[in-house]
Each structure stands twice: as C-alpha cells, then as structure tokens.
Nanobody, 120 residues
Framework: QVQLVESGGGLVQPGGSLTLACTVSRSIFTKNNMGWYRQAPGLTRELVARFTSDGITNYADSVKGRSTISRDNAKNTVYLQMNSMKPEDTAVYYC??????????????WGQGTQVTVSS
C-alpha cells in the first residue's frame, strides 16, 4: 500500500511564500503522474501542478509563473513552492499519485491534505 504524507501548510500573508512537501512511503517504479491539487470551501478539487508520466509539467493558469513543482527522487518527495500568494490560494492542498500499471489499470492515491490559508 502506498501512503502520501504532506507537510508545510499553514498561515501565510498575502504576497508571501510557502513550500509544501509530499513524501511517498516507498519508491515508485510504475509509470505515474504526481502532483498537487487543492480544494477551497464550496468548490471542486482542482489541479495546481503536476509531473506527468511523459515528463511534462502542468500548472494551473491561476498559479503559473509564481509556483514551481519539483522532486527529489532519492527522498521520494515532491515539492510545491508558491510565491506571491493571494487570498484565493486559500484551500486544502492534496498530494496525488496516479499510477498507470503495465496492464492499463489505474491506482489513485491521495494524501490527507494540508490547510493553506493566505490572510493578513
């Protein structure tokens, strides 16, 4: 069983920066997409940033240019750095691992979520 553990959430002032980390419980050798989603109250969960299995990096338009997703394979960890943060970035942020197995089956894993609040 794969577990994702997030850290780094909290309260940040508008214009400030925050880095989230997501550590996977074991090394992943299966083709996968991995990244971050967020969900604000009353809204659906949305993609923030991710690495795709094709080696492409996707960003939501709302965070493009002020966010960077990165990874440390030796630590099985993916990071999300967000700069110039806005109140509308307030949400619960979830780490996601989307496995694409050799037989075409899919397994989707989520972290427990970490609250990010942008407020003065």
């Amino acid at each position: 069983q794969v577990q994702l553990v997030e850290s780094g959430g909290g309260l940040v002032q508008p214009g400030g920066s925050l880095t989230l980390a997501c550590t996977v419980s074991r090394s992943i050798f299966t083709k996968n997409n991995m990244g971050w989603y967020r969900q604000a109250p009353g809204l659906t969960r949305e993609l923030v940033a991710r690495f795709t299995s094709d080696g492409i990096t996707n960003y939501a338009d709302s965070v493009k240019g002020r966010s960077t997703i990165s990874r440390d394979n030796a630590k099985n960890t993916v990071y999300l750095q967000m700069n110039s943060m806005k109140p509308e970035d307030t949400a619960v942020y979830y780490c996601n691992l989307h496995l694409i197995r050799w037989d075409g089956t899919i397994a989707n894993y989520w972290g427990q979520g970490t609250q990010v609040t942008v407020s003065s």
